[in-house]
């Protein structure tokens, strides 16, 4: 099926000239979060200060692209964060981090992976994090319909808007997200990593055991394990009961401070992980010490993104 490409907005010449390889698109959603990721951020005009209003702040290397409705019926924009090598190797394919929650996450994790590749922990990658278009979207409600793989089961979640829709989102990734940025962006398609926090690390849970060969490794701080009674307990028993391999690397966290239904359910999830022994799994289980659910997300994703394209680092 064919669908129709969105339109570019114009570039932003002047940040071009003087610190990006890659054009940064106008109207970028991430200039308040920018003030929280000072490494990567430049100047988007020449003003100075004093002739008027302060000059605003973009995330460099990076691009925000507002997609078709997709076939779920809903509309998703992505934030694209590119290598600094990706206009001088125009051959070169790069291994890829898809994040949930990019509207959240985007700029922490664009923040520290230069540090990484300065240190040869990591390849040069592509950040893609997922998020949603529009003037002030509700991310809650919005998530939740996403990242949950079946509708919550709490007295009163009814209140907290609809929820169970993982399956849909998913395929919406593997067949809308992954070939657009695999096609335009020159993704590696045999290097992918999925990362999400919370709702976001249950979904990337769910997506280790739903389409275990469409990423080769995942990263998921303080995951909502819980979520409906242990129902990701049930669903890795159904997959554990298939015989299929989990040859897959994984680094799974949670934080000292975290809500003690998410500390239980991830503990609990981590021994069932520990109980099976999964022949080709590689797994890592940290505590942050210190940090509560939001606040872990810091250490957790450093972390991540280095256990999960280590394979991959430059060798000495």
Known sequence: MTRARPSRPERNDSVTAKRHRRAVWPALALVAGCANSPSGCSSQDGESPTQGAS??????NSEVRVLPRSANGRRYQLYVGLPDSYEEEPERRYPVLYLCDGYWDFNLVKGFYGNLVYDKAIPEIIVVGIGYPGDRPDYGRLRRWDLTPVPAKYQGARFDGPSGHA??????????????VEGEYRGDPSYRVLAGSSLGGLFT???????????????APSPAAQWAEDWLL???????????????????????????????????????????????????????????????????????????????APQE
Do not use: C
């Not at 399956?167 to 657009?180: D, H, M, N, S, Y």
């Not at 849970?205 to 990263?219: C, E």
């Not at 997959?239 to 609990?268: C, N, Q, W």
């Open 205 to 219: 849970l769910y997506a280790m055991f739903a389409r275990p060969g469409l990423f080769v490794a995942y990263v």
């Open 167 to 180: 399956q849909e989102f998913l395929a919406v990734i593997e067949k809308e997200i992954i070939p657009l």
């Open 234 to 312: 049930a669903f890795e028993e159904q997959f554990h009961g298939s015989g299929r391999p989990l040859a897959v690397r994984l680094l799974l966290t949670y934080a000292e401070k975290d809500p003690a239904m998410i500390l239980d359910g991830v503990k609990r999830f981590d021994a069932r992980l520990r109980e099976r022994a999964y022949p080709g799994l590689t797994y890592e289980f940290r505590m942050v010490e210190g940090e509560g659910h939001a606040g872990t997300k810091a250490e957790s994703y450093n972390r991540g993104v280095r256990f999960a394209f280590s394979p991959r």
């Open 55 to 60: 000059p605003r702040q973009t995330v460099a």
